[in-house]
Each structure stands twice: as structure tokens, then as C-alpha cells.
């Protein structure tokens, strides 16, 4: 870290505000409005939200909790459920209603979103949280917790050359994972490709059997009375959970 850069906690360079949850027994519209209202379950890995599943509110619950919308200048972070997603909203949805279950950090001037969005995927972020963001049943992250994290910051051009840099390798990585796959997709494809050959143009001398003609047994598995008696060691017990494709 360089002498110029300053450690600051959150609470310094942006206001930490929580979501809020829709009234007790109310139920979400059958058909979208104009209040969208973003849970946990739309923030994506990458960073954004998933739109297809969004859940709506009506216009009166709007009234009574249109104080804790998120702007698409904002980050989010999810403090219940699946601790320590974050990312921010697509301008289409400024001004949407969010969680309970997730806060949103609302920037001071001077401060880069994605430089601080780049921060949150720190190992440094995540061991100042003091949780496991992916392990099931955490506790819900207190604002106060949050609010003391800390992080370097270097002046705004500073922050916007590092995000520069960081946004060119992670599409590099994008544009690698993208050839891995596709070349993945194609030697599979070549594959069933000899495998269908092989199996249908059938040669001299191929005769067709049934697999009873074959196999010495066909049989299936049995559990009875034993399924709650499985132990962690000793003779092991398949499940249909145990079997991957054959590669």
C-alpha cells in the first residue's frame, strides 16, 4: 500500500442502511407492478440480479416501506441467508425495494463503486466480516460489524486505474473459461459422435444379444429396515446420489 492511500472503514466512505421486509402475512403480487422488491435469492454471483424471478408489492405496501429502495449507484450486501453476496442493481431496477435480509452501501463522493465491489471479493473482506459466507444457517450480519470494516483507499483516479486493470484480467479469464468450455462442448460432442458409429454400424460378424443374454444377474438394490441404521464406516451402500456419469 502506498504512503498517499488512507485506511478507512466503510462507515467513513459510504452510509450503511439495511432493507426492509414486507408486512407480516402479506403476499406478494401475482402479476409484476411497478415496485419490484429484490430478496437474496435474485443477487447473482456475478454481481448483478436475476431478473426472471423478481417478486413484486403493491401500491400500498410501497407507502409504508419506499425508504428502503437501492439505486443502481449503490452496492448490496446480503446479511442473512447467503451472507457476503454483493454486487449492485441494473439501472432498470433504481428505485426498487430491497430485503430485510440485505444492505446497501450509498457512496460518498470520491469513492469508485467497483473498486469497493472488487474489495468485497478480498479474502480480507471476508475475514472482517468474521463469517463463512458459504455455510448454511449463519447468524445475520450486524450493521454495526459491518460499518468497521476497513479497506485501503487511494484517490479516485487511483481507484479507477486499479478497477481498469482488474475488469481487462477478469475478461481475459471470462473470454478463457468461454474457450474451455467450448472446447469441452466439442470433444463431447466428437465423442457421442464415434460412440453413435460405433454402436449403430453395426460390422461382420456383430451378432445383437439382450443384455439378460449377457449378464450372469440383473438386479436391483434393497434398503428394508436398515435405512436408519447406516453407519460412517464398514461395508459401503450405494444410492442413486453416488452415481456420476461415466466419463
Known amino acids: 500500500m502506498r504512503k498517499d492511500w488512507e485506511i478507512k472503514s466503510l462507515d467513513q466512505i459510504a452510509t450503511v442502511k439495511g432493507g426492509k421486509r414486507v408486512p407480516k402475512g402479506y403476499k406478494f403480487e401475482t402479476t409484476p407492478t411497478s415496485h419490484p422488491y429484490i430478496t437474496v435469492a435474485d443477487f447473482t454471483e456475478d454481481g448483478t440480479v436475476y431478473t426472471k424471478n423478481l417478486k413484486y408489492i403493491n401500491d400500498e405496501v410501497y407507502e409504508q416501506i419506499k425508504n428502503y429502495t437501492i439505486s443502481s449507484?449503490?452496492?448490496?450486501?446480503?446479511?442473512?441467508?447467503?451472507?457476503?453476496?454483493?454486487?449492485?442493481?441494473?439501472?432498470?431496477?433504481?428505485?426498487?425495494?430491497?430485503?430485510?435480509?440485505?444492505?446497501?452501501?450509498?457512496?460518498?463522493?470520491?469513492i469508485d463503486k467497483k473498486f469497493v465491489y472488487y474489495f468485497t471479493k478480498t479474502d480480507d473482506f471476508v475475514q472482517q466480516t468474521g463469517i463463512n459466507t458459504r455455510v448454511a444457517a449463519q447468524p445475520k450480519l450486524a450493521l454495526v460489524r459491518l460499518k468497521t470494516i476497513t479497506l485501503p483507499i487511494p484517490t479516485l483516479p487511483e481507484q479507477q486505474r486499479i478497477v481498469a486493470i482488474l475488469d481487462d484480467a477478469f475478461e481475459g479469464i471470462d473470454k478463457a473459461i468461454a474457450n474451455t468450455e467450448k472446447n469441452l462442448a466439442n470433444s463431447r460432442e466428437l465423442f457421442e459422435s464415434y460412440l453413435n458409429a460405433f454402436f449403430t454400424q453395426k460390422g461382420d460378424g456383430w451378432v445383437e444379444k439382450k443384455l439378460e443374454d449377457i449378464c450372469k444377474k440383473i438386479t436391483v438394490g434393497h434398503v428394508g429396515s436398515m435405512a436408519s441404521k447406516y453407519k460412517d464406516s464398514g461395508i459401503p451402500f450405494l444410492r442413486s446420489q453416488n452415481i456420476l456419469p461415466f466419463r
Open 73 to 110: 449507484q449503490d452496492i448490496y450486501i446480503s446479511i442473512a441467508g447467503t451472507i457476503g453476496k454483493t454486487g449492485s442493481v441494473p439501472k432498470s431496477l433504481d428505485g426498487a425495494n430491497l430485503t430485510e435480509n440485505a444492505c446497501k452501501l450509498v457512496l460518498h463522493k470520491g
